[in-house]
C-alpha cells in the first residue's frame, strides 16, 4: 500500500526565505509522485510531477522538487517566497500502473511581510 | 467553458435527507474521481470510475452512492446525509493515457444540520 508523509501541518517563512515543504512516501513499486497546491476556496492545481525522467522536476510558480529514492523523499521547495505563496500543499504519489492518487494531510503554508 | 464543474458549490441539508453533487468534465477523460476534504484528514478517495458504468470503491464509500451512464458525468449521492458528511466535496478526471496526474474540480461545500 502507498502512503505519504507532509512533515508540519503548518510551515512560516517570511517573503524572500527559502520555501522546503517536506513529503516521504512509501511505494511497493517506483512512485509517481506529485505536488498540489490549494488556494482559499478553490480545488487543487498540479504544481509539479515525478514520473521516472529527470529526479529534478521544475513546476510553476518557480517551485521544484527532487525526487531522491534513497531516502523516499520528494521535497518541494522554491528559493524565495512571495505572498502569494501562501496556500495549502499537498504530496501525492501514484502506483505506476494505477490511477488512484494518495494524499497527504497537507502543509500550510504561511508568508509574511 | 472546458473543465471540470460541480454544482452546487454551496449545499446546506438536513439529516436524513439524499442529496446529490453534480461533477462534469468536458475533456472526455476516462477516469473520474470524488474526495472529501476535512482538517486533518487530507483529502480522501470516495469512489472512482474508470469508465462509463464502471465504479469502484475508494477510501471511504460508505454512506455514498455514485453512477456514471454518460463518460462526462459523474454525480455523487448521499442516500440518508449525516452530520459525519459534512465535508467540502472535490470531483477530479484524470486521461489515463497521458498520465496518472489529476484535475481537480472548484469544489462543494455541504453542510449537514
Known amino acids: 500500500a502507498q502512503s505519504v508523509t507532509q512533515l508540519g501541518s503548518h510551515v512560516s517563512v517570511s517573503e524572500g526565505a527559502l520555501v522546503l515543504l517536506r513529503c516521504n512516501y512509501s511505494?511497493?513499486?517506483?512512485?509517481?509522485l506529485f505536488w498540489y497546491v490549494q488556494y482559499p476556496n478553490q480545488g487543487l492545481q498540479l504544481l509539479l510531477k515525478?514520473?521516472?525522467?529527470?529526479?529534478l522536476v521544475k513546476g510553476i510558480n518557480g517551485f521544484e522538487a527532487e525526487f531522491k529514492k534513497s531516502e523516499t523523499s520528494f521535497h518541494l521547495t522554491k528559493p524565495s517566497a512571495h505572498m502569494s505563496d501562501a496556500a495549502e500543499y499537498f504530496c501525492?504519489?501514484?502506483?505506476?500502473?494505477?490511477?488512484?492518487?494518495?494524499f497527504g494531510k497537507g502543509t500550510m503554508l504561511l508568508v509574511s511581510p | 467553458d472546458a473543465g471540470i464543474t460541480q454544482s452546487p458549490r454551496y449545499k446546506i441539508t438536513e439529516t436524513g435527507r439524499q442529496v446529490t453533487l453534480m461533477c462534469h468534465q468536458t475533456?472526455?477523460?476516462?477516469?473520474m474521481f470524488w474526495y472529501r476534504q476535512d482538517l486533518g484528514h487530507g483529502l480522501r478517495l470516495i469512489y472512482y470510475?474508470?469508465?462509463?458504468?464502471?465504479?469502484d470503491k475508494g477510501e471511504v464509500p460508505d454512506g455514498y452512492v455514485v453512477s456514471r451512464s454518460k463518460t462526462e458525468n459523474f454525480p455523487l449521492t448521499l442516500e440518508s446525509a449525516t452530520r459525519s458528511q459534512t465535508s467540502v466535496y472535490f470531483c477530479?478526471?484524470?486521461?489515463?493515457?497521458?498520465?496518472?496526474?489529476?484535475?481537480f474540480g472548484p469544489g462543494t461545500r455541504l453542510t449537514v444540520t
Open positions: 501525492a504519489v501514484s502506483d505506476s500502473g494505477y490511477s488512484t492518487l494518495t
Open positions: 511505494s511497493s513499486v517506483p512512485p509517481y
Open positions: 515525478y514520473t521516472s525522467a529527470a529526479t
Open positions: 475533456w472526455s477523460h476516462s477516469y
Open positions: 470510475s474508470a469508465a462509463a458504468d464502471i465504479t
Open positions: 477530479a478526471s484524470n486521461d489515463r493515457a497521458k498520465g496518472n496526474e489529476q484535475y
